[in-house]
């Protein structure tokens, strides 16, 4: 096909995507069931049994109940051994489950190995011929099923034995303490809470507790939790021992091609060089002319922005996105994209979006202080101003490495918050002599008192955005500083623009901008006005509403941004997969604090706005 047809083609399917969606979900829906619909059958099924394993374990009433009909034909629990044997069972389903909804590998070996010993345990002490059989069938169907289970391994590090082991033992301590407390028929006295919980934090390192039952349950209550004891501490054990998939980083081949496709096309998308953050990975187009950048957290792989290069090229690079989505069993997510980015990737993948917010830009060329509406911003520079504050605008190849290392420095004892916040909208360094073309904005007064970094009382700092623009990084300042550093640096670096050829700032992003702005004004609607109630009641954590007025004040044109998604099912875990990327949740929380900066994936300088910085402005 020539060229320009293929061009004409291209233009019109981006200008209508809604026929070939149509056209797409109906071939869809005459397909069927797509295939991941029986490793989430299978998931659930596993999910089912644990729950009925356990509790067969723990009442001994259970089997006479009304669910003895069913309960016959599972695992069971008589006498101590089977009750141990039934617990654990049920617990390493329930945590098979979650692998075998993803279609993971690993976990159809693990439940391959483990349904032919559930058989022989059904028959060898209780007898059950019914029992073995659920068991033999369910391998069967497991086993001609086996092309759906070929997912690979997520990234992991030796800190996830940390997490299970805090898991485990919290699910151990409590399931152990049902245990001990589901015999009262049995049990000698009335112990306290107290004595329960000594009974169970003994019988978990397989001694004997306080706690005294009458006949065998007190061998099966010991058994039981030995049993959790061992389940916490082998997998665990596991988990610490085994080899590592670390998380796919950038290499320098690959940061010297994203480079090459930014020179050329990185003006379209003001994120594109936070592409070039090296905690991410990357797949490229068949001709290398695009590419996406991601991070896998929680199993939900992050896309931020637009694809990197040229549009055309775009579908190669996000159809091996979904591809390496789909060997992983990964849920694919995009945080952040462009209108024109949105629509590409829902017609290219049958994906939905969503608004998520608005990002303020500022065009050099319209700026002004003057003005009513920028009587606030120029009162408050001019006030800066006479206190003694000056500022400077410079690349960061023009900055001496004293200085530079002097501004790292600083701005990382600035940071507002413990862990280092940042992942689509931040880059994740500071004077990298790769990145010379960054822009740093500093303020300064001579005339205060000279802290631990001279004079310097504030930082910001911008990446390029193509030739002509920048895009806002992070915000630092002194805390002792006066209030309105940030307008102070940011009306700065827009007076600067134009000798430096700059002719478009980028500034923060504005999460849910569009209903905070509606649901203030005359007329909104109850449904609006509460969703803007709660956005503002949110924003006590998440700076929502102060990033929307602080961006504001600068009379910015608002570029809408979308989060891209499977299924509406998907928002939650995709919601805090970006939470924990942002830095809003991290394992390290869970750590004593001379244990934290150890843990997890370090990352230098990384957040556009941090905690508190806006609201001290």
């Known amino acids: 096909m020539p060229q320009s047809s293929q061009s004409s083609q291209s233009s019109q399917n981006s200008q209508d995507p809604q026929p070939r969606n149509r056209a797409s979900r109906v071939r869809r829906l005459l397909r069927g069931p797509r295939p991941e619909a029986v490793p989430v059958l299978v998931g659930r099924a596993c999910?089912?049994?644990?729950?009925?394993?356990?509790?067969?374990?723990?009442?001994?009433?259970?089997?006479?109940?009304?669910?003895?009909?069913?309960?016959?034909?599972l695992p069971g629990a008589l006498g101590p051994f089977t009750a141990a044997l039934s617990l654990s069972a049920g617990v390493?389903?329930?945590?098979?489950?979650?692998?075998?909804?993803?279609?993971?590998?690993?976990?159809?070996?693990?439940?391959?190995?483990?349904?032919?010993a559930g058989a022989v345990a059904q028959f060898a002490y209780r007898h059950s011929l019914a029992g073995a059989a659920l068991s033999v069938v369910l391998l069967w169907a497991v086993l001609h099923h086996r092309d759906q289970?070929?997912?690979?391994?997520?990234?992991?590090?030796?800190?996830?034995?940390?997490?299970?082991?805090?898991?485990?033992g919290a699910g151990s301590l409590a399931?152990?303490?049902?245990?001990?407390?589901?015999?009262?028929?049995?049990?000698?006295?009335?112990?306290?809470?107290?004595?329960?919980?000594?009974h169970v934090l003994y019988g978990l390192f397989g001694f004997e507790g306080p706690v005294d039952y009458r006949g065998t349950t007190s061998w099966t209550v010991a058994f039981s939790l030995g049993a959790l004891g061992l389940l916490t501490a082998v997998t665990t054990?596991?988990?610490?021992?085994?080899?590592?998939?670390?998380?796919?980083?950038?290499?320098?081949?690959?940061e010297e091609r994203l480079r090459a496709l930014l020179a050329r096309h990185g003006g379209r998308d003001s994120l594109g060089h936070f592409a070039l953050r090296r905690d991410k990975a990357v797949v490229f187009s068949p001709s290398g002319k695009a590419a996406v950048t991601y991070r896998v957290v929680s199993g939900v792989m992050l896309a931020s922005g637009d694809p990197i290069g040229d549009v055309e090229a775009w579908p190669g690079a996000i159809e091996r996105f979904m591809d390496e989505a789909r060997a992983h069993s990964w849920t694919p997510a995009v945080m952040g994209c462009s209108e024109t980015g949105g629509q590409v990737w829902t017609r290219e993948t049958g994906l939905d979006a969503l608004e998520l917010g608005d990002e303020a830009v500022v065009d050099v060329g319209d700026f002004s202080l003057a003005g009513r509406a920028m009587r606030n911003v120029r009162q408050m520079v001019k006030r800066i101003e006479r206190a003694?504050?000056?500022?400077?605008?410079?690349?960061?190849?023009?900055?001496?490495?004293?200085?530079?290392?002097?501004?790292r420095r600083a701005a990382d004892d600035w940071r507002g918050t413990d862990t280092e916040r940042g992942f689509s909208m931040a880059l994740g360094r500071l004077g990298d002599p790769a990145d010379g073309d960054c822009l740093v904005a500093t303020a300064h007064r001579a005339d205060a008192e000279p802290g631990p970094y001279g004079d310097l009382k504030a930082v910001l700092h911008f990446v390029p955005w193509g030739a002509d623009g920048v895009s806002l990084d992070l915000m630092r300042r002194d805390r002792a500083a006066d209030p309105g550093m940030n307008e102070l640096l940011i009306v700065a670096a827009l007076q600067a623009a134009p000798r430096l050829g700059i002719e478009r700032v980028s500034l923060n992003f504005a999460m849910f901008r569009s209903a905070l702005a509606r649901g203030e004004k005359i007329g909104a609607g109850p449904v609006l006005r509460a969703w803007r109630g709660l956005l503002v009641f949110l924003s006590r954590w998440f700076q929502i509403e102060s990033l929307y007025k602080f961006n504001a004040k600068f009379q910015p044109r608002w570029e809408p941004?979308?989060?891209?998604?499977?299924?509406?099912?998907?928002?939650?875990?995709?919601?805090?997969?970006a939470l924990q990327a942002e830095g809003f949740v991290t394992l390290s929380a869970l750590l004593p604090r001379f244990l934290r900066r150890?843990?997890?994936?370090?990352?230098?300088?990384?957040?556009?706005?941090?905690?508190r910085d806006v609201r001290a402005a």
């Open 388 to 407: 003694g504050y000056e500022t400077r605008v410079r690349r960061v190849r023009d900055l001496g490495e004293a200085e530079l290392d002097r501004i």
């Open 47 to 73: 999910a089912l049994v644990g729950l009925l394993d356990i509790a067969a374990g723990v009442f001994p009433r259970f089997r006479h109940s009304r669910m003895h009909a069913l309960a016959e034909v």
């Open 149 to 168: 289970f070929a997912a690979l391994p997520d990234p992991r590090s030796r800190w996830r034995a940390l997490a299970n082991f805090v898991l485990m």
């Open 237 to 254: 054990i596991y988990l610490a021992f085994r080899p590592e998939h670390p998380a796919a980083r950038l290499t320098e081949e690959d």
């Open 92 to 116: 390493l389903l329930l945590l098979l489950a979650h692998g075998l909804k993803r279609g993971k590998r690993r976990a159809w070996r693990a439940a391959v190995a483990l349904l032919p």
């Open 561 to 577: 941004r979308f989060v891209v998604y499977r299924a509406s099912a998907d928002l939650p875990r995709i919601g805090f997969a």
């Open 175 to 198: 399931l152990g303490l049902v245990v001990v407390s589901a015999h009262p028929g049995r049990m000698v006295g009335d112990p306290s809470l107290a004595d329960r919980l000594t």
């Open 598 to 611: 150890h843990a997890g994936t370090p990352r230098p300088c990384a957040h556009r706005v941090p905690e």
